[in-house]
Structures are given as structure tokens and as C-alpha cells.
């Protein structure tokens, strides 16, 4: 294991944290827990997708990190990696892709109104900026377009990856 990687018990431990962040939105989304100011248009899905991402994202980096024990420098598992660790990869990576893209898809696409703002931030000083609601759905439409071709390049690659990985 290469110095720049998270050690097994790290791994454990960031993954436990993104999955610990990631439950109370799932847990709103689904009406178990009260939200303090609850948005009538937003869909129980959209929270509950934003949650799950973080969850995914904790099982991901458990799997990669404390399971499988890295990655190589091209980003790619070591070979000899057992297969179902790298399928299992290959899902969690797929899930993540493809909830950022629905949840995306829903804040560009989806009916209601919608309210944008920004804020830049340096040292001493911070602006924030109102923008119109067109275009935060363009931004939200050409980012949701960008993951859409993201979720099919990985994809491939994936796929390609998991069909060399089966052959001995």
C-alpha cells in the first residue's frame, strides 16, 4: 500500500462517517424523523437518494479501502483482486453515478419552484449572490447531462474492466 492511501482502520472509520451524515436524511425523507422545515414540493425519493448517496459513498470507500485494501495508481484494484470486490465496486460506483444524476435530473427537470443563490468565500470575506431560477435549472440541466454521459462512460469502462477481471 502505496503512503497517499487511507490505512484499513481509516477507511473504516471515514466510511462509518459519510454513512453516519448520510442516515438522518434518509430518515426524514421516509417521515421517521420530523423535519423542522419541511419543503411540500420536494419527493420523499429525492431526499432519501441524497442520503443514500453518502451511505453508498461510506460502503464504497469501506470496501475499496479497509476490504480490498487500495487501489494501483491507474485507479484500478491490484491483481488478484477477488471478483465479487470488484462487482461489488463496480454497483456502489454505478449508484453513486446514477443518484447524482436523478437527484440533478429532479432539481433541473422537476415541478416547483426553485430558488438558487451562491456564495464565494475567502479569508475576511464573503459574497452571496441571488440568481434566477432559469438559470439554475440550465446549470442543474447541463450538469444532470454531463453525469447522464458520465453514468454510460463508467459503465463501459466498468463492464470492460469486470470482463478482464473474470479471465484468468
Same mark, same amino acid.
Not at 25 to 49: C, K, Q, R, Y
Given at each position: !500500500?502505496?503512503?497517499?492511501?487511507?490505512?484499513?482502520?481509516?477507511?473504516?472509520? !471515514?466510511?462509518?462517517?459519510?454513512?453516519?451524515?448520510?442516515?438522518?436524511?434518509?430518515?426524514?425523507?421516509?417521515?421517521?424523523?420530523?423535519?423542522?422545515?419541511?419543503?411540500?414540493?420536494?419527493?420523499?425519493?429525492?431526499?432519501?437518494?441524497?442520503?443514500?448517496?453518502?451511505?453508498?459513498?461510506?460502503?464504497?470507500?469501506?470496501?475499496?479501502?479497509?476490504?480490498?485494501?487500495?487501489?494501483?495508481?491507474?485507479?484500478?484494484?491490484?491483481?488478484?483482486?477477488?471478483?465479487?470486490?470488484?462487482?461489488?465496486?463496480?454497483?456502489?460506483?454505478? +449508484?453513486?453515478?446514477?443518484?447524482?444524476?436523478?437527484?440533478?435530473?429532479?432539481?433541473?427537470?422537476?415541478?416547483?419552484?426553485?430558488?438558487?443563490? +451562491?456564495?464565494?468565500?475567502?479569508?475576511?470575506?464573503?459574497?452571496?449572490?441571488? +440568481?434566477?431560477? !432559469?438559470?439554475?435549472?440550465?446549470?442543474?440541466?447541463?450538469?444532470?447531462?454531463?453525469?447522464?454521459?458520465?453514468?454510460?462512460?463508467?459503465?463501459?469502462?466498468?463492464?470492460?474492466?469486470?470482463?478482464?477481471?473474470?479471465?484468468?
Amino acid at each position: !500500500m502505496s503512503t497517499n492511501q487511507l490505512s484499513r482502520r481509516g477507511a473504516v472509520v !471515514m466510511g462509518l462517517l459519510f454513512i453516519v451524515c448520510g442516515v438522518p436524511a434518509i430518515l426524514i425523507a421516509l417521515g421517521v424523523v420530523p423535519a423542522s422545515n419541511p419543503d411540500p414540493e420536494t419527493p420523499a425519493w429525492v431526499g432519501a437518494s441524497a442520503g443514500l448517496l453518502f451511505v453508498v459513498a461510506g460502503l464504497t470507500i469501506i470496501l475499496d479501502f479497509a476490504i480490498a485494501g487500495g487501489v494501483g495508481p491507474d485507479g484500478d484494484f491490484v491483481a488478484g483482486t477477488p471478483f465479487a470486490i470488484r462487482l461489488g465496486n463496480f454497483l456502489l460506483g454505478m +449508484s453513486i453515478v446514477g443518484l447524482m444524476t436523478a437527484v440533478f435530473g429532479w432539481v433541473a427537470f422537476g415541478p416547483g419552484t426553485r430558488h438558487f443563490s +451562491s456564495t464565494i468565500s475567502v479569508p475576511f470575506l464573503a459574497v452571496s449572490h441571488r +440568481s434566477g431560477e !432559469m438559470s439554475g435549472r440550465i446549470a442543474f440541466g447541463v450538469a444532470t447531462a454531463l453525469m447522464a454521459a458520465m453514468f454510460v462512460g463508467c459503465g463501459v469502462v466498468g463492464v470492460e474492466r469486470l470482463w478482464r477481471a473474470r479471465r484468468p
